[in-house]
């Protein structure tokens, strides 16, 4: 794969930082790849080849490219870092994902202190992080962000919700004095497959954006999105994103030691999450979260657990009925997670029906992993047929 003619051009009000992408291995459409933000903040973006390099880096290794040749210099910080997410995935998801090689230049100089910033989509995790950051570093403090990024063209992508889920994180950045860096960005473009997406190349695209905006931001917080206990491989993992770092942008993770429900503990305390919240997976158009999907029904909860569900206008429940618990279902080991620590505190609140409920959605997904990996009847009923499966 080749990464090449990195170029910066004016569209409209906005300007764009974009790279061709060139598969040489395997028969695949040549990609144009960008990031790209409002005017004002167009001294932000960098100079570097590096956020094409953490993009390009999964899908080449998915797709079974033989190396990655940047036609231009990269922190050497950086390549070393690659090299050892490599080495994770391979560890983690076995021999098609074997590293390549990477072959740039090396670029010698760094840039001068800047300050910190923090990803803000709007959802628990990021408001969890921006929390955290503004109660545990004073105003002034080299860790303290003063700016929020939001990424557009990843998670959401209609015109629509993008519009909603801005005009909220907008007003959360307002509330906490932040200045909001929108970028927009095509990256899923090199491989939208959902599960590749999960399990390592959604962290990378976040973490090239971090490298977009190097000369304005020397730090990037990131989310945890899973507490050390349930650590599984994932796209966001301890072991693999600091290593998306360089000498010109750091990138830190916020979180591992917090549960999703006692991330949304902190937040109910806080007005700006009972108003702003975006949990909604499904981006509905004329509200921010729908109330009824898997992500809703479980933070709804949390929030019930808290005490302050009645208060958080973000959602349309004052409380979650069985049957709305029982309408979801569970469809990835993430979520599998986050529910069993559900079950624990709901029944530990003396909410023993609302526990048993996603409880019986638990074993649910259970039965459905073993239908998909062929652990279960299907399976079974295989062998006796004389299947090969």
């Not at 144009?32 to 899908?59: K, M, Q």
């Not at 910080?77 to 090299?83: D, H, I, K, N």
């Not at 981006?283 to 979260?289: A, C, E, G, I, S």
């Not at 609140?349 to 299907?378: I, M, Q, S």
Request: aromatic fraction near 8%; charged fraction near 25%; charge should be positive.
């Amino acid at each position: 794969m080749i990464v090449k003619n990195l170029r910066r051009e004016q569209l409209g009000g906005n300007v764009r930082l974009s790279a061709d992408i060139v598969h040489e291995t395997v028969p695949a459409p040549f990609a144009v790849i960008y990031y790209e933000v409002e005017e004002r903040h167009a001294d932000l973006l960098t100079d570097s080849y590096a956020p094409f390099l953490i993009a390009a880096l999964v899908p080449a290794v998915f797709h079974g490219e033989a190396r990655i040749v940047v036609e231009g210099d990269v922190a050497p910080l950086l390549v070393a870092g690659l090299r050892c997410v490599m080495g994770w995935h391979h560890h983690w998801y076995g021999k098609r994902h074997a590293p390549i090689a990477i072959e740039a230049g090396t670029r010698a100089t760094a840039l001068p202190r800047r300050p910190s910033a923090v990803y803000l989509s709007g959802g628990i995790d990021s408001m969890f992080t921006l929390r955290r950051n503004q109660l545990g570093f004073p105003a002034g403090h080299a860790c303290r962000a003063d700016s929020a990024i939001l990424v557009n063209g990843f998670d959401v992508r209609r015109p629509d919700a993008i519009r909603i889920a801005r005009d909220h994180v907008q007003q959360i950045a307002d509330a906490a004095t932040l200045e909001l860096i929108t970028v927009s960005s095509n990256v899923p473009l090199l491989d939208d497959d959902y599960p590749l997406w999960a399990k390592q190349f959604g962290g990378a695209a976040f973490c090239s954006v971090a490298h977009a905006l190097a000369p304005g931001f020397q730090r990037v917080w990131f989310s945890a999105n899973s507490p050390i206990p349930d650590l599984t491989p994932w796209t966001l993992h301890p072991a693999t994103d600091p290593n998306y770092s360089s000498a010109d942008v750091e990138i830190r993770q916020e979180g591992l030691e917090f549960t999703c429900v006692e991330k949304v503990r902190l937040l109910a305390h806080w007005d700006v999450a009972l108003r702003h919240a975006r949990v909604c997976t499904r981006n509905p158009v004329d509200r921010l979260n729908c109330g009824q999907c898997e992500k809703c029904i479980r933070t709804q909860l949390a929030f019930l657990l808290a005490g302050r569900l009645s208060d958080a206008s973000v959602f349309p429940n004052d409380d979650i009925t069985v049957a709305q618990v029982r309408a979801v279902r569970i469809r990835n080991e993430g979520q599998a997670r986050d529910n069993h620590d559900l079950v624990r505190e709901l029944r530990a609140a003396g909410r023993a029906n609302l526990a048993r409920a996603v409880a019986a959605n638990l074993r649910e997904y259970e039965k459905w992993v073993a239908w998909r990996d062929g652990t279960g009847l299907r399976h079974r009923a295989a062998r006796v047929l004389g299947f090969r499966h």
